[in-house]
Each structure stands twice: as structure tokens, then as C-alpha cells.
Nanobody, 118 residues
Framework: QVQLVESGGGLVQAGGSLTLSCAAS????????MGWYRQAPGKQRELVAR???????NYADSVKGRVTISRDNAKNTVYLQMNSLKLEDTGVYYC????????????WGQGIQVTVSS
């Protein structure tokens, strides 16, 4: 089992910055893909960014140039640095871990609220 715990969410003004953290524990040796997803009210959960063992990163088009995902293996923590935040970045952000990009099953954190205000 893998446990994922998000932190760092909150309320921020548009144009501001926020860094989310996801601390992983448990059987993390099997986790090669760590990602951040978000779900806005009334919308489906969507991928924001992910990082694969070896350093490959992928970003949603809506956040490219504003968001950076990184991983500290020594701390078993994944970060999501978000800059130039927009109102549409508001939502619940979830950390996800899985074995491969194509894995059907995944571990999820409990989610953390990010609210961008005008």
C-alpha cells in the first residue's frame, strides 16, 4: 500500500503563486509515475502534471509555462509549483501515484483545496 498526503493548498489571489506538496509513504518503490490532478466544481478530474522516474514531465496545455512539477526522492515528496495563478485554476488538487503511465490502478491522496480569487 501507498499513502499520499497533500499539503500547501489555500486561498491565493489571481496572479499569485502556490506550491503544493505530496508526501508518499509505504510501498513507494513500485511507484514510477507521480501526478497532480485537479477537479473544479461540476467538472471532471483532469491531469495537471506528472513526473516519471527518470525525470520526464508532462503538463496540461492550460498550465504550461506556469506550473512546474518536481520530485525529491530523498524526501519521497512531489511538488507542484504554480505561478501566475488564474481563477480557473481553482479546484481540489489530488496527488496520484502509480506504477506506470498505463497502469489501470492508482493511489490517490485525499485532495486539497486551491482557491484563486480575483
Amino acid at each position: 500500500q501507498v499513502q499520499l498526503v497533500e499539503s500547501g493548498g489555500g486561498l491565493v489571489q489571481a496572479g499569485g503563486s502556490l506550491t503544493l506538496s505530496c508526501a508518499a509513504s509505504g510501498s513507494i518503490a513500485s511507484i514510477n509515475v507521480m501526478g497532480w490532478y485537479r477537479q473544479a466544481p461540476g467538472k471532471q478530474r483532469e491531469l495537471v502534471a506528472r513526473i516519471i522516474t527518470g525525470g520526464t514531465t508532462n503538463y496540461a496545455d492550460s498550465v504550461k509555462g506556469r506550473v512546474t512539477i518536481s520530485r525529491d526522492n530523498a524526501k519521497n515528496t512531489v511538488y507542484l509549483q504554480m505561478n501566475s495563478l488564474k481563477l480557473e485554476d481553482t479546484g481540489v488538487y489530488y496527488c496520484q501515484g502509480k506504477k506506470t503511465v498505463w497502469s489501470g490502478s492508482a493511489y490517490w491522496g485525499q485532495g486539497i483545496q486551491v482557491t484563486v480569487s480575483s
